[in-house]
Each structure stands twice: as structure tokens, then as C-alpha cells.
């Protein structure tokens, strides 16, 4: 049972209340552009995983049907604690050095991305982050554990870090001394330099104190990466860090150094490009991403994006009855929505070309998987490119962002 897949519902509730909540205490939490690239590199990460999840998880099956030490019943309560202990220390060694190895802080670095800290941040994820995680859980199945109770488990693992990206929750007393929180994770967001790399722990924080990766929340965060991505172009957030990665490697006149670029800290590059760069201090005078759309725009873009994710909602749901011609046609057609409702956000010339493409492309689906032309995707396609004349026409009105 996909237990993530379930809970989705829940999570948009909960967003729910935090923005109600936030905008009752007068709070700054929520951006709409912001929370649509949070949530477009999810829904971008579910369509990669629609097509490789069998692949990745093909290892752990592997080596518990021909590897196993142990038979690790099921039924025993003792196994389902172990367990679980188990998945949440893989978890905190994934995680840390997703922050330590660049190759792996590539993948993982979207995450952080975001410079606001709300729920939606909890559901942008790295779409190339599980080809290596994986890797990380195969003692699980040397050990003998059932691949039903690593995948039941793992999954109560990543539900119970959703509410923990909040700001509305302050210090919990007791509780922090065991369990990761909202105050401990805000450090993990944090780009303060003295905030950076520290409580990587997933349903718990004792790990990190083990280890010597625990700081306390003291001052207010500041939320990001430390070299702001400055785009809500989900595919650019995913690949950023790589080229970056890659020009660097190939400026480097040494092969060693090259291959060093890999697997070194972050803010390692040879001496030759300028040598190690720590964290820089926070500028004060530093202002967030925020290019300046029409409201009709921002309108267009949160009506169509929560079409969008209703859509999306059944395609992932309904993925293994599909054929792979469909799987893919509705693939494309969900990519093609997220970077063209960030390059409406972006006011980029290229993107109203790319949404009157992809609701005509819509159109056709939809009449194409009925077997027939409905009047109703006729409708909504020919609405729907009214609408986005209507909002590009008022945004013409705003200035470009110096």
C-alpha cells in the first residue's frame, strides 16, 4: 500500500491550515510563486518515480531473496521497532552525506532550495535523489528484513518529516531531546554559516547528537542555499548544481581534480578556480526572488496549476493501468504544465507559447484517450487560451524586475 500516496489529501489540509493560520497572525509564510516551484518539483520527482521506482527498489529485493542472513518474521513487534530504528539511522548517514558528498548534495540541494519554510517545502523533492539513496537501505536487506516492512516503514519515515517544515510551531520542550521538530529542522534549512550541515536526523534527532551534526535553533533562520537558485524552473532546479558541477570539472586542468569535484565537501574547488569557498555571512540587504507578475497572471497560473495537480492526482493513481503510451503522453503533458507555469511566473517570453501548446496538446489527449472529440476538453482548451490572453495582456503592464 502506498501509504504516501494516501496521505497527499492530508497534506494539501494541512497546507491549508498553516495559511489560514499564518495569515490570522499576520505572517509572511506562503508565496504563491514559491509554493508552485516547491510543489512542481514534487509532482516532477512522482513522474520520474512512476518510471523508475521498480528499478531502484530491484536491488533490495535482489539481495534479500538471495542474500539474507537472517528470516526476520514479520509478525514479531520486536522486528517492526528494530526496524524502524534501523531505517531512521540509514536515514540520518543518507541524508548527511547528501550534504557532504557534492554528487550526491547535486541531487539533493532542490530540497533546500526554496527561501521560504512552510509545508510546501516538505513535498520539493529531488527528482534524481532516489538513484542513490537506495544504496544507503541494502543492509536493511542483508539483514533479512521483508521488503513490505522496509517500504511500509520507510514511508512512515518521510510522513512524519512533513510537519516538522513549519514555522508556526515553536520550541517543544522534552520531545526535542529525542525527536526531530520544526525548531530543529528550521536549523537544517537555515543558510546561517554556523547553521549549515547540522541536524540531518528524520523521525529522530539522536543520532545527530551522537554524532556531533546537532545545534540548537537560536537565531532566526535565514532559509535557502547559500548561492540563491533565483528561478522557479523546476528542471533548472534539478539540474543547476550539475552543470555547475560539470563547468567546473571542465576548467579543471587536472584529471584528479576532476573526479575530486565529485566527491568532495561543497564549496571545495581547486586552487586553480579560487580554492575552498566557506558559507559567505548573511547579507542583510539581500532580497528574495521575486519577479513581479499581474494579478490576472498569478490567477491564470494558481487556476490552472490546481487543475493541474487534481489531474496529476489521478495519473499517479491510476499509473499501473495505464498503458505506456498514456504513461508517457501524460508525463510529458504534466512537465510540460510545471515549467510553463514557472515561466509565466518568470515572465519569460518562451512560456505562452509553451501553455497554448500544452492545452492544445491537452485537448487532443484527452479526446485521443475517450476515443472521441468531448465538448468538454474542446471547451476548457479554447477557456483556457482566452484566459491566458487576458493574463498576458494585463502583464504586459508590468515592468520588468531591474
Not at 24 to 42: F, I, K, M
Not at 216 to 241: C, F, K, M, Q
Not at 316 to 330: M, V
Not at 333 to 359: H, T
Request: net charge neutral.
Amino acid at each position: 500500500m502506498n501509504y504516501i500516496a494516501l496521505a497527499i489529501p492530508v497534506f494539501f489540509v494541512l497546507i491549508g491550515i498553516e495559511w489560514t493560520a499564518a495569515r490570522l497572525e499576520r505572517r509572511e509564510v506562503y508565496r504563491l510563486n514559491d509554493s508552485v516551484a516547491d510543489l512542481s518539483c514534487g509532482v516532477l520527482d512522482q513522474v520520474l518515480d512512476v518510471f523508475t521506482k521498480t528499478v531502484l527498489f530491484a536491488g533490495y529485493l535482489w539481495l534479500h531473496a538471495n542474500y539474507r542472513l537472517f528470516d526476520v518474521s514479520a509478525d514479531a513487534a520486536w522486528a517492526w521497532l528494530t526496524c524502524f530504528v534501523g531505517i531512521d539511522f540509514l536515514y540520518y548517514w543518507f541524508h548527511r552525506m547528501s550534504h557532504e558528498v557534492n554528487a550526491f548534495w547535486a541531487a539533493h540541494v532542490v530540497h533546500h532550495q526554496s527561501e521560504e519554510y512552510n509545508l510546501t517545502v516538505a513535498l520539493r523533492q529531488g527528482a534524481l535523489q532516489g538513484s542513490f539513496s537506495w544504496i544507503f537501505y541494502l543492509p536493511l536487506a542483508l539483514v533479512g528484513f521483508p521488503p513490505a516492512m522496509f517500504l511500509t516503514l520507510s514511508s512512515f519515515n518521510t510522513l512524519y518529516q512533513f510537519w516538522i517544515h513549519t514555522r508556526l510551531i515553536g520550541r517543544m520542550g522534552p520531545f526535542e531531546w529525542v525527536f526531530n521538530t520544526p525548531s530543529h529542522h528550521r536549523v537544517h534549512h537555515a543558510r546561517n554559516p554556523k547553521y549549515i550541515d547540522r541536524n540531518h536526523g528524520g523521525t529522530l534527532i539522536v543520532w545527530d547528537r551522537l554524532f556531533g551534526t546537532f545545534v540548537a535553533e537560536a537565531d532566526e533562520p535565514v532559509y535557502g542555499i547559500t548561492t540563491p537558485l533565483r528561478s522557479w524552473n523546476p528542471v533548472t532546479a534539478n539540474l543547476a548544481t550539475w552543470v555547475d558541477l560539470f563547468g567546473k570539472a571542465s576548467r579543471a586542468s587536472r584529471w584528479s581534480d576532476r573526479l575530486r569535484l565529485f566527491v568532495a565537501r561543497p564549496g571545495w574547488q581547486p586552487a586553480e578556480l579560487g580554492g575552498f569557498q566557506p558559507p559567505p555571512e548573511i547579507d542583510p540587504s539581500e532580497r528574495k526572488f521575486d519577479p513581479e507578475v499581474a494579478r490576472p497572471v498569478a490567477t491564470y497560473v494558481f487556476v490552472q496549476f490546481t487543475l493541474l495537480l487534481l489531474a496529476a492526482g489521478v495519473y499517479f493513481n491510476r499509473q499501473q493501468a495505464l498503458p505506456f503510451p498514456a504513461l508517457a503522453a501524460g508525463a510529458a503533458l504534466i512537465v510540460a504544465a510545471i515549467v510553463a507555469a514557472a515561466g509565466l511566473l518568470e515572465r519569460q517570453p518562451w512560456a505562452p507559447w509553451l501553455e497554448a501548446a500544452r492545452l492544445a496538446a491537452l485537448a487532443l489527449f484527452v479526446a485521443w484517450s475517450a476515443a472521441a472529440w468531448t465538448s468538454a476538453a474542446g471547451a476548457f482548451a479554447v477557456l483556457s487560451i482566452a484566459g491566458l490572453s487576458l493574463a498576458l495582456r494585463a502583464s504586459a503592464q508590468v515592468p520588468q524586475e531591474a
